[in-house]
T-cell receptor
Framework: AQSVTQLGSHVSVSEGALVLLRCNYSSSVPPYLFWYVQYPNQGLQLLLKYTSAATLVKGINGFEAEFKKSETSFHLTKPSAHMSDAAEYFCAVSDGLSGNTGKLIFGQGTTLQVKP | GAGVSQSPSNKVTEKGKDVELRCDPISGHTALYWYRQSLGQGLEFLIYFQGNSAPDKSGLPSDRFSAERTGGSVSTLTIQRTQQEDSAVYLC???WGQGTDTQYFGPGTRLTVL
């Protein structure tokens, strides 16, 4: 079975400050890991994904995440927060074995607030 | 190009009524997924289609829920005899294939059961 835990349901940072959103996963098979962002009243948009290539993954809007197998983590970071980053962020895992369906198991989400 | 579309955007129904939710995936995408987003349960997988077949229905919460896909394109999620706990946002996503292919999400249908 796979699961995802996002530490902190709400994170607040000042504009220009470092953004760090935490995600830990549990998986009995090689995982694929994803970060999605959801703006109010919109669907989910992919920020980045890890699929067993480079462990440091760069995504859109200046975000990046590092896969750390020893820590079972996939934390999302951005060096400098912008007001437009305020949204809800979801970490997700899927089965990395050949033939997997691609279904995503999501964490509970973290709401990012950016203060001026 | 056009993204994933869903209709209706909002649906209010009375307990016990049946509802149908529609998803139009991106043209050419063979994989289609339904998820449910609710305050209590977060984002949950419901069902996966590859073409017109559904090899993974493991997330459907009860036999009141069913889904079909026709012509390898449009999908309909049907909820029979709706209950208040069915109130949620139902999200559809599509991708080229499966596995690591990026899933593109629609805006969702907000279902409210009174």
């Amino acid at each position: 079975a796979q699961s995802v835990t996002q530490l902190g349901s709400h994170v607040s940072v000042s504009e220009g400050a470092l953004v760090l959103l935490r995600c830990n996963y549990s998986s009995s098979v090689p995982p694929y890991l994803f970060w999605y962002v959801q703006y109010p009243n919109q669907g989910l948009q992919l920020l980045l994904k890890y699929t067993s290539a480079a462990t440091l993954v760069k995504g859109i809007n200046g975000f990046e995440a590092e896969f750390k197998k020893s820590e079972t983590s996939f934390h999302l970071t951005k060096p400098s927060a912008h007001m437009s980053d305020a949204a809800e962020y979801f970490c997700a895992v899927s089965d990395g074995l050949s033939g997997n369906t691609g279904k995503l198991i999501f964490g509970q989400g973290t709401t990012l607030q950016v203060k001026p | 190009g056009a993204g994933v579309s869903q209709s209706p955007s909002n649906k209010v129904t009375e307990k016990g009524k049946d509802v149908e939710l529609r998803c139009d995936p991106i043209s050419g995408h063979t994989a289609l997924y339904w998820y449910r987003q609710s305050l209590g349960q977060g984002l949950e997988f419901l069902i996966y289609f590859q073409g017109n077949s559904a090899p993974d229905k493991s997330g459907l919460p009860s036999d009141r829920f069913s889904a079909e896909r026709t012509g390898g394109s449009v999908s309909t999620l049907t909820i029979q005899r709706t209950q208040q706990e069915d109130s949620a946002v139902y999200l559809c996503a599509s991708s080229w294939g499966q596995g690591t292919d990026t899933q593109y999400f629609g805006p969702g249908t907000r279902l409210t059961v009174l």
